[in-house]
């Protein structure tokens, strides 16, 4: 375990934002990250943990306690039953799957970030999230002080939230387990109308695993959303804001408003009789195009969903673009945007 004062976070994340953390811990076994947490927790100081750093927004003062990076190693197949360890890199976690033959989580491929982080988020990406793999969830549980294991049910999966994310200061993840799907070389069913168009086929078929994996690679490229330290587009955080779902009664509000600037808005349907729009739509239709801003802080070039550091932000560079267009939009639509990373020290 390494231990460090006064340690940058910024480097850590994928903003390359954020002051210093006072206490840095590094942890390579899940025995050292129990015992990290077990002593901030005896200590009563604030604790952070993170992985990749990817759905972070750190304020510029940092963190006044403890930040344990979960840096763990674990990659096991037994047949298609996969299990990682919370430190191993998502990206490459993914590609491992289908080299060896195995559907699933392909469609996830290029995410940014830790496995660990991927049931708390329930990550998904392109027709997938890992609410439709994920098996159990390993973990400390800091109100017992004790080692649990929750399997898919237990994790409360909706759309990009969990149990663990609803109980942020309870659990701290330490293995995922997957089950994941021997297709023939074929990848799960084409989900997503994008990919299918891609591909010229109609949603719910299945094509090449590796094509698959490869596609949303050069998609996601394509949106700078492929971590590549060159490229300030980025420098983000992901989709900056959650698509809405909103009931039935909004959905109508906001069809009138849509109707009344003859404006045909994306929809899905969702559970619970709500409708999902896309907030990359709301964002352009409320003004905010691609490359918006002339500060250190401006949407991706790329995507309009990307809150990007140009080099020389501050995390309040990018709350102050992130107000303005949560603002924006709300004024232009009366939809309310939410923000998809977690914020430490700053509120939206």
């Given at each position: 375990?390494?231990?460090?004062?006064d340690?940058?976070?910024?480097?850590l994340t994928?903003?390359?934002?954020?002051g210093?953390?006072?206490?840095?811990?590094?942890?390579?076994?899940?025995?050292?990250?129990?015992?990290?947490?077990?002593a901030?927790?005896?200590?009563?100081?604030p604790?952070?943990?993170i992985?990749?750093?990817?759905n972070?927004?750190i304020?510029?003062?940092?963190?006044?306690?403890?930040?344990?990076?979960?840096?763990?190693?674990g990659?096991?197949?037994?047949?298609t039953a996969?299990?990682?360890?919370?430190?191993?890199v998502?990206?490459?976690?993914?590609?491992?799957?289908?080299?060896?033959?195995?559907?699933?989580?392909?469609?996830?491929?290029?995410?940014?970030g830790?496995?660990g982080a991927?049931?708390?988020q329930?990550?998904g990406?392109?027709g997938?999230?890992?609410?439709?793999?994920?098996?159990e969830?390993?973990?400390?549980?800091?109100?017992?002080?004790?080692?649990v294991?929750?399997g898919?049910?237990a994790c409360?999966?909706?759309?990009?939230?969990?149990?663990?994310?609803?109980e942020?200061?309870r659990?701290?993840?330490?293995?995922?387990?997957?089950?994941?799907?021997?297709?023939?070389g074929?990848?799960?069913?084409?989900?997503y109308?994008?990919?299918?168009?891609?591909?010229?086929?109609?949603q719910?078929?299945r094509?090449?695993?590796?094509?698959?994996h490869?596609a949303?690679l050069a998609?996601?490229?394509?949106?700078?959303?492929?971590?590549?330290?060159?490229d300030?587009?980025?420098?983000s955080?992901?989709?900056?804001?959650?698509?809405?779902?909103?009931s039935?009664?909004?959905?109508a509000?906001?069809l009138?408003?849509?109707?009344?600037?003859?404006?045909?808005?994306?929809?899905?349907p969702?559970?619970?009789?709500?409708?999902?729009?896309?907030?990359?739509w709301l964002?352009?239709?409320?003004?905010?195009g691609?490359?918006?801003?002339?500060g250190?802080?401006?949407l991706?070039?790329?995507?309009t969903?990307?809150?990007?550091?140009?080099g020389?932000?501050?995390?309040?560079?990018?709350?102050?673009?992130?107000?303005?267009?949560r603002?924006?939009?709300?004024?232009?639509?009366?939809?309310?945007l939410?923000?998809e990373?977690?914020?430490?020290g700053?509120?939206l």
């Amino acid at each position: 375990m390494l231990e460090e004062l006064d340690a940058p976070l910024a480097p850590l994340t994928t903003l390359r934002l954020g002051g210093p953390a006072r206490r840095l811990v590094t942890a390579h076994t899940d025995d050292e990250v129990i015992a990290a947490v077990r002593a901030a927790d005896a200590a009563g100081e604030p604790l952070l943990v993170i992985g990749g750093g990817s759905n972070l927004v750190i304020g510029d003062a940092g963190f006044p306690g403890t930040v344990l990076r979960i840096a763990t190693t674990g990659f096991a197949l037994d047949g298609t039953a996969l299990e990682l360890a919370a430190g191993e890199v998502w990206a490459e976690a993914v590609a491992r799957t289908v080299d060896a033959g195995l559907a699933g989580i392909e469609f996830l491929a290029g995410i940014p970030g830790s496995a660990g982080a991927t049931p708390v988020q329930n990550v998904g990406a392109y027709g997938q999230e890992v609410a439709r793999t994920v098996t159990e969830v390993v973990a400390y549980d800091r109100r017992t002080g004790g080692t649990v294991t929750l399997g898919n049910e237990a994790c409360a999966f909706s759309y990009r939230h969990s149990r663990f994310k609803a109980e942020p200061d309870r659990y701290v993840v330490l293995r995922v387990r997957f089950a994941l799907e021997d297709a023939a070389g074929r990848s799960t069913p084409v989900r997503y109308a994008e990919v299918a168009k891609h591909f010229g086929v109609a949603q719910d078929e299945r094509v090449g695993l590796r094509e698959a994996h490869d596609a949303v690679l050069a998609l996601r490229a394509g949106k700078g959303m492929v971590l590549d330290p060159a490229d300030h587009d980025t420098w983000s955080a992901g989709s900056f804001f959650t698509n809405p779902v909103l009931s039935a009664e909004q959905y109508a509000a906001f069809l009138a408003v849509a109707a009344g600037r003859e404006l045909t808005a994306p929809a899905y349907p969702a559970p619970d009789g709500c409708t999902k729009t896309s907030a990359a739509w709301l964002i352009d239709k409320a003004g905010f195009g691609k490359g918006y801003g002339s500060g250190p802080a401006t949407l991706s070039t790329k995507h309009t969903l990307a809150l990007t550091n140009r080099g020389a932000a501050s995390t309040e560079d990018l709350l102050a673009l992130a107000r303005e267009i949560r603002d924006g939009v709300r004024a232009a639509f009366g939809v309310e945007l939410v923000n998809e990373p977690v914020m430490v020290g700053v509120t939206l």
